[in-house]
């Protein structure tokens, strides 16, 4: 648990196994003496480093990390500058462009919509290089899942963002009386975007329920 930091520590207090979080890290390290993993380590929760709880807006749940060399920094769905911009993440420029009527950002590290509250939370938190869904078998999700049910539960008028089967599968964790927002709708991949991911206008939909709060500062 040494890489968590002391606000979450305390933050999911009551809802998370930290037990469970040491065998998980244990395991990666682990699988990092054999295997290649991403993201690097010390990034597993750059999520949580760059949004404490106290400044959550919106939460973006993803699946896993990307697992092509130079991708994963512990954010979902987002890549370091000078990384090829993955599909998925230029669906969701252009979604974002469009419903916003604004240019798409120039920059594919989300760490700027990180930092102004929007926690981009992957369900699993680490993989082997080249195997999506490798680390599933850790049991990430069941410390993820606490994250979510502990926002849902002690936060008010919140947006969470479901984007796809997996994410949407997440719902029943996220209170209905706390008079959040869920936005659901298919995966921003090229598989499924144009089955009513483009169009769905996640970004305004958030601003209005924000306001004033805005995705860029």
Not at 88 to 117: H, M
Not at 166 to 188: S, T, V, Y
Request: charged share 20%.
């Amino acid at each position: 648990m040494d890489f968590l930091p002391d606000a979450w520590k305390s933050y999911l207090d009551g809802f998370a196994d930290f037990a469970h979080l040491d065998r998980i890290l244990a395991g990666v390290e682990a699988e990092r003496e054999t295997q290649t993993v991403y993201p690097p380590r010390g990034a597993l929760f750059h999520a949580l480093e760059l949004t404490p709880p106290q400044a959550i807006q919106v939460v973006i749940i993803g699946q896993d990390p990307y697992h092509n060399p130079g991708e994963a920094q512990g954010l979902a769905f987002s890549v370091p500058d000078g990384v090829k911009t993955p599909p998925s993440l230029r669906n969701i420029f252009q979604e974002y462009s469009r419903d916003l009527g604004v240019p798409c950002p120039a920059s594919t590290d989300l760490a700027p919509w990180a930092k102004n509250g929007v926690l981009l939370l992957n369900s699993v938190l680490s993989v082997r290089q080249n195997q999506p869904g490798s680390h599933r078998k850790l049991h990430w999700e069941k410390f993820t899942d606490a994250i979510v049910r502990a926002i849902a539960q002690k936060e008010r008028h919140k947006v969470f963002i479901l984007w796809g089967n997996f994410a949407i599968g997440k719902k029943e964790l996220i209170a209905q009386d706390r008079d959040h927002l869920i936005l659901a709708a298919p995966h921003p991949s090229p598989l499924s975007a144009h089955r009513g991911f483009f169009g769905s206008a996640p970004f305004s939909q958030s601003e209005k329920f924000l306001a004033p709060w805005r995705w860029t500062r």
